[in-house]
């Protein structure tokens, strides 16, 4: 590649918007800017940042040397590795130094400048530490202007989604970016991208640079075969190409938003894919922004790598040693949706059959055939979700170890069916004796996504009802994450998959635009959701639905309860990811829980029952039990609410009174075949065609129930 040195006294490069202009710069630093970054070239800027860069030789380096940086450079090791500095004033230094050389640049607020000085000894050959220096630099320049600077990679699919490629230099990401762009993905870059925050997500920026290509890659790719001679004849390992050289113009992009993180592992067992959790990605990550070493994490780089990490999915890229597998590989996996807006969400791959080989237990589904007496699942369901509800006060499920493995398996996959999971990986998580059985459930990672999507709904809500209050639309939250914030001890606990917003009936078209604004979609036919009393919208990642009544199932009722006309009142306020979101206050919120579990679901999962108890637990001196049963009886829907509260008693130890309970027993004959269809121990133990039909028989007991109070 010919390298064209301008003789313009200050040439400008532009990296992610930072502009930079080299001012008075010897030729040997020039040329080792047009080598490194000759694509990033521009126009002359006059909004840029100068970079003043000297070229010293011999001890005037170090007589030049300021004295703030004397002393951390004398003390520094010899290993080229660079070092930043934090002033107390908000500034910056970066320093290297090697046996032979060293390099230092000071930038100080309002960053519109800095000073970058190299030393060069004229009696014996040593490299220009100059790089080690400069990236850095850039580095702090980019994330004071709210963008983090990483080593890594970046391809857009056929379907638009961003894949960050992550590795160490040598690690592949060059061999993997081509490998991936022969299969129609788009190149953003090889080797560095800037990322910030944006409405849509996280997005990505490319630093344009010529490609490395070495001569295993060349042999990889019959496209780069002509590099092979230039390659020959160069003293180095590595020869730099411009992509739009090898891909054309039309396979180069400039920006995209990010739905996958992909950190490469170059192995001969591949190619395959391996989710990671958060816990697992966030070092990697960190490691590809950190350019030199330096204090803790700085808050302006957590604030946009945590919100990727919750909003893209992590992988372990295992490459094998065949790139073209490798491409065909991520082009079906990407035409499946894997990298879709919804990737952060999937479930970990389980163990490979060859790590299991190596002495890790046996598949899970072997273990957990074995089907539990419901009495003994509802006792260690109690006593896990006492231990984690209670903030570890409660009674202790025991080690377990004391619990054989096919019991233990066997609860984990009937936590998983009733979304309760969470609670059982936090108890195994906080127990230092776990058996090797739990490396099947793997309790970090399903912890650390849940804790992921949690805060992905939080910050939704709050973005939606900013936006509602700023245009005037009354709105409530119902359940959702209000409900894991104010009633349970850690929001990550409480399983939830969407937002459910309620409004007046007259605000929706309103309600509608905001969501439209924030690019939701509507989903499904109108018609069949007006019937079931609700809009749901998209966006890709979260599901909002318009509600506008908390007991749409009271609609038909005459006369109409009190409760249709007051769930307004008495709302209250949670702090949501910052912002004051209102909901429904505390009877309105349990009435309409159990209506909507008994109706809505069917009494389908625990989760709804741990909700109740919650609700009653936390709000119990404010609850008016009077009222609750006087509303379920005049709407005819004692069976629904009262079979409810049973089963959160009986099989979640919810602590409803026992006067309730009595005031809401079935009375009829319809009411008494409902409660029969689905008992507490019933709604455990049941599963397939025989649910299927206890719970067809729940809701036309449900229906006659209600239909005879109402006359229908």
């Not at 996280?202 to 010529?210: L, M, Q, S």
């Not at 990889?220 to 590595?238: I, M, N, Q, V």
């Not at 741990?610 to 004692?638: C, E, F, H, P």
Request: aromatic fraction near 6%; proline fraction near 6%.
């Amino acid at each position: 590649m010919e390298l064209s040195i301008s003789s313009v006294k200050y040439a400008c490069y532009t990296w992610a918007g930072l502009t930079i202009r080299v001012v008075g710069a010897p030729l040997i630093i020039e040329k080792a800017m047009e080598k490194m970054f000759a694509l990033c070239r521009t126009p002359a800027d006059d909004r840029g940042v100068d970079g003043r860069m000297v070229l010293q030789e011999n001890g005037t380096f170090f007589d030049a040397m300021p004295s703030s940086v004397r002393k951390p450079y004398e003390a520094m090791r010899e290993d080229r590795n660079p070092v930043i500095q934090v002033d107390p004033d908000g500034g910056f230094t970066v320093l290297a130094k090697d046996s032979a050389s060293g390099s230092y640049a000071v930038c100080r607020p309002p960053f519109k400048e800095f000073d970058l000085c190299s030393q060069t000894l004229t009696n014996e050959q040593s490299p220009l530490l100059f790089n080690s220096v400069l990236i850095p630099v850039i580095r702090e320049l980019l994330l004071r202007r709210g963008k983090a600077l990483l080593h890594a990679g970046c391809v857009v699919t056929r379907e638009g989604d961003g894949l960050i490629i992550v590795a160490d230099s040598g690690g592949g990401k060059t061999t993997t970016s081509i490998a991936l762009a022969r299969e129609g993905f788009r190149l953003v870059s090889d080797d560095l991208v800037a990322l910030s925050k944006s409405q849509d997500g996280i997005r990505v920026e490319g630093i344009r640079k010529p490609m490395n290509v070495n001569r295993r890659t060349i042999s990889f790719f019959p496209e780069l075969s002509y590099l092979a001679s230039d390659l020959r004849k160069s003293t180095h390992a590595k020869i730099p190409v411009d992509p739009i050289e090898v891909f054309g113009l039309e396979k180069i992009a400039t920006t995209a938003r990010v739905s996958a993180i992909l950190f490469t592992q170059v192995d001969r067992h591949g190619p395959r894919l391996v989710t990671m959790n958060v816990g697992e990605a966030l070092k990697p990550l960190l490691k590809s922004h950190t350019f030199a070493a330096s204090g803790p994490v700085a808050q302006e780089s957590l604030d946009i790598l945590w919100p990727l990490l919750e909003s893209a999915g992590s992988f372990r890229l295992i490459t094998g040693y065949a790139p073209k597998r490798l491409g065909q590989l991520m082009a079906k996996e990407a035409s499946r949706g894997r990298f879709g807006r919804n990737c952060a969400l999937q479930d970990v791959e389980p163990p490979s059959s060859e790590s299991r080989r190596r002495g890790s237990p046996k598949r899970a589904k072997k273990c957990s055939v074995s089907r539990l007496r419901p009495t003994l699942y509802c006792k260690l369901t109690r006593q896990i979700l006492n231990y984690t509800l209670e903030g570890g006060d409660g009674e202790k499920p025991g080690s377990p170890n004391l619990i054989t493995e096919s019991v233990l398996l066997a609860t984990w996959e009937m936590m998983r069916r009733h979304r309760i999971e969470t609670h059982m990986a936090k108890w195994l998580r906080e127990t230092p004796d776990t058996p090797e059985s739990a490396a099947l459930i793997d309790p970090e990672s399903v912890i650390s996504r849940a804790t992921v999507l949690s805060m992905s709904l939080q910050a939704a809500t709050a973005r939606i009802f900013d936006r509602l209050s700023l245009a005037g639309i009354p709105a409530m939250m119902l359940r959702g994450p209000a409900l894991a914030v104010q009633y349970y001890p850690e929001p990550s606990l409480r399983h939830c998959r969407d937002v459910d917003v309620i409004c007046n009936k007259e605000d929706l078209p309103r309600a509608e635009a905001v969501l439209l604004k924030l690019d939701y979609r509507p989903i499904g036919d109108r018609g069949y959701w007006n019937r079931k009393g609700e809009w749901p919208f998209s966006d890709g990642r979260h599901t909002v639905e318009l509600h506008w009544d908390a007991y749409p199932v009271m609609r038909t009722c005459v006369p109409r309860p009190d409760a249709l006309a007051r769930f307004w009142d008495g709302s209250v306020t949670a702090g949501i990811d910052g912002s004051a979101v209102p909901c429904l206050g505390p009877n309105h919120l349990l009435l309409s829980s159990c209506l909507h579990a008994s109706w809505e679901h069917k009494l389908d999962r625990l989760v709804r029952l741990v909700d109740l108890r919650q609700i009653i637990k936390m709000a119990y001196g404010q609850l008016d039990w009077n009222w609750i049963v006087r509303q379920t009886i005049d709407s005819g829907n004692v069976l629904a609410v009262g079979l409810s509260l049973r089963c959160a008693a009986e099989l979640v130890e919810a602590p409803v009174p026992e006067h309730v309970l009595k005031e809401l027993k079935p009375a009829g004959l319809r009411e008494w075949l409902g409660t029969v269809s689905l008992s507490p121990l019933a709604l455990i133990g049941s599963r397939g065609v025989v649910a299927k039909i206890r719970r067809s028989l729940f809701h036309l007991a449900l229906k006659a129930d209600r239909d005879d109070k109402n006359g229908a």
